[in-house]
Structures are given as structure tokens and as C-alpha cells.
């Protein structure tokens, strides 16, 4: 009986922005429980690839290239999806950019494209994915949050308030998708090694603060945020809906 509540043969899961990094990751470690999996992203070479490797690892998976900030776009992509009988069962918005900067010294055009990708995105493409997965009676949506969903750090404004507006937007959905027989949660990362932290992880100084500050003493690798992707993706959650879970090290529960 246990491992069938983690076993998602049969499901279709979209991730966006999974060509690499935590998207990737999590994108194998569903693959790895059935999954067929959608990659996407922007650039169509890097997903044309990281297809065929999942595919030769003897994984399902499939690319959809789209801008997650182009509604239009996103709208043409679920389209497709439709007229190809290809059901998103499970979605995981992912998709994030950073950008490190005072406030006060902070463009707005730079403030409001980190909100459009990292959360107004969330919710377009919630609101196509969840649309098809009501006349289902069932579905998984899994927002990609953050330490700075509760926490902030100086210098990544925008990217704090967009992660906490994904706590939040997991918050809303969980509540008006409930009774579609959607469940709504959210993934926290801790401090990962991704390329998007590479100047961090590359600055001793920094490197030393999140190892002093991390109960783990140490950055999370992509791969161990798979666990609670496929547990958020699975039956194993049917009956968990509204929730941020930290994947982190310890690192928000601590001084
Ligand atoms: C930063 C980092 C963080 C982490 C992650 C923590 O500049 O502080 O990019 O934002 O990547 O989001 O959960």
C-alpha cells in the first residue's frame, strides 16, 4: 500500500523552468515515480537536450518552450497540451529569476520583471493548468517559494516579495481550488547549489554565513528537493493543501 501513495504512473507533471537546476531535478525525481514529464523553458536547444538525456536514462518526458511571462504564449502551450490529449495532472511553477540590488537603488522595470516571472507567472499558468485539471475532479499544483518567502534578506527585494506572494497565492489557490479537488502547496528551498547562487557560493565570505547559519552546516543539493516534489505530486498529499514545507537545512527554524 505505501508505495503506491508515492507512485504517480499514468500522471503528467509541467514544470517550468526545468531545463536545469531545481526544476531539472525535480522534473527526474518525478520522472522516477512514472511521471511523464514536461520540461520546459525558454531556450529550445538546452530543452531539446535535456530531453534526450532524460529520455536515454529511460525517462518520459516531453518539452513545451514558452516565455512564462507571455500569457499569450502560456494560453497557445495548454492549447497544444489539449489537442494533443496531454492532461497536466500535476504542475510545478518553478520558473525563477534573481536579481541583487539595493532598493534604493533599484529600477522599476527590474523590480516588476522578477514579480512577472517569479510570481504572476505562478498564477497564469495556475489558472490554465487548474481550469483543465477541475473538469478532472483532481489535480497538484507545487509553487517553487523560498527562505524569503518568510524571511527578507537585504539587497533581493523583489525576489522576497514575490516569494512571499507565492506563499500567499498557494494560500488563495488552496482555498478557491479545494473543492475542485485541487491540492495547492508550496516547496521552501534552503540555500542551494544552483547556478543562479553561483557568485554566492563562490564568495567565502557568503559561503561561511550560510554554513554558520544553516543547522546542516552545508548548501542543499537540487536532487534533495525531489522528495517533496513527489510527495506534493503524489496520493501520498491528497489531503494536504495550503502549506510551505522547507526544504532547508534546518535554516528557517533557527537563530
Ligand atoms: C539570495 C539567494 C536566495 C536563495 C533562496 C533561499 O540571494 O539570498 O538567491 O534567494 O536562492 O531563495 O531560499
Redesign the pocket.
Known amino acids: 500500500m505505501s508505495m503506491k501513495l508515492f507512485d504517480l504512473t499514468g500522471r503528467t507533471a509541467l514544470i517550468t523552468g526545468s531545463s536545469r537546476g531545481l526544476g531539472r531535478a525535480m522534473a527526474e525525481g518525478l520522472a522516477g515515480c512514472g511521471a511523464r514529464v514536461i520540461l520546459n523553458g525558454t531556450n529550445a536547444a538546452r530543452l531539446d537536450s535535456a530531453v534526450a538525456e532524460m529520455t536515454a536514462a529511460g525517462y518520459q518526458a516531453l518539452s513545451a518552450a514558452f516565455d512564462v511571462t507571455d500569457e499569450t504564449a502560456i494560453r497557445a502551450a495548454f492549447e497544444q497540451f489539449d489537442a494533443d490529449g496531454i492532461e497536466v495532472d500535476i504542475l510545478v511553477n518553478n520558473a525563477g529569476i534573481?536579481f541583487?540590488k539595493p532598493m534604493l537603488e533599484l529600477d522599476t522595470a527590474d523590480w516588476q520583471r522578477v514579480i512577472d516571472v517569479n510570481l504572476t507567472s505562478a498564477f497564469v499558468i495556475g489558472r490554465e493548468a487548474a481550469k483543465r485539471m477541475a473538469t478532472r475532479g483532481r489535480g497538484k499544483v507545487i509553487n517553487i517559494?523560498?527562505?524569503?518567502?518568510d524571511l527578507a534578506?537585504a539587497?533581493?527585494a523583489p525576489?522576497?516579495v514575490a516569494?512571499g506572494g507565492i506563499k500567499m497565492l498557494t494560500k488563495a489557490m488552496a482555498a478557491e481550488w479545494g473543492e475542485l479537488g485541487i491540492q495547492s502547496n508550496a516547496i521552501?528551498?534552503?540555500?542551494?547549489l544552483?547556478d543562479?547562487?553561483e557568485a554566492?557560493v563562490n564568495d567565502p565570505k557568503f559561503d561561511a554565513w550560510v554554513k554558520g547559519r544553516t543547522p546542516m552546516r552545508r548548501w542543499g543539493a537540487p536532487e534533495e528537493l525531489a522528495g517533496l516534489a513527489i510527495f506534493l505530486a503524489a496520493d501520498a498529499s491528497n489531503y494536504v493543501s495550503g502549506q510551505l514545507i522547507f526544504a532547508?537545512g534546518g535554516m528557517a527554524s533557527v537563530l
Do not use: A, F, H, W
Not at 517559494?145 to 518567502?149: E, V
Not at 521552501?188 to 542551494?192: D, I, L, Q, R
Open positions: 534573481q541583487r517559494g523560498s527562505l524569503t518567502s534578506r539587497t533581493v525576489y522576497t516569494k521552501g528551498p534552503g540555500y542551494m544552483t543562479m547562487n554566492l532547508d
